[in-house]
């Protein structure tokens, strides 16, 4: 599975932003997918997870009650909202076969900049 993330952007501190990621197939596979983030000098973090069915969600502390995950046959996506500066890095998408296994794809990163 080949994962694309898009989206990304520069917007102001306290402004939205919604990224994407696509399957290489027609739809997305039956697997869990996540987002993680890496900013400039630290680790990749995560920062949210949503199973197959989009039935279930987990969010860092960090980005709850701002940000939402949700995903249809086609996308995942994660809505971004009351942006601050410490959630600007690259964000990437990533699935897993099931819930705890490990996150076999990876998508490139798509790129998001928040300024203060």
């Known amino acids: 599975v080949q994962l694309q993330a898009s989206g990304g952007g520069s917007v102001q501190a306290g402004g939205s932003l919604r990224v994407s990621c696509a399957g290489s197939?027609?739809?997305?596979?039956?697997?869990?997918f996540a987002w993680f983030r890496q900013a400039p000098g630290k680790e990749r973090e995560f920062v949210a997870a949503?199973?197959?069915?989009?039935?279930t969600t987990n969010y860092a502390d960090s980005v709850k009650d701002r940000f939402t995950i949700s995903r249809d046959s086609f996308k995942v996506y994660l809505q971004m909202n009351s942006l601050k500066a410490e959630d600007s890095g690259v964000y990437y998408c990533?699935?897993?076969?099931?819930?705890?296994?490990?996150?076999?794809?990876w998508g490139q990163g798509t790129l998001v900049t928040v300024s203060s």
């Open positions: 197939g027609r739809t997305l596979p039956s697997y869990d």
């Open positions: 949503i199973t197959w069915r989009g039935r």
């Open positions: 990533a699935a897993q076969h099931w819930t705890g296994s490990e996150y076999s794809y």
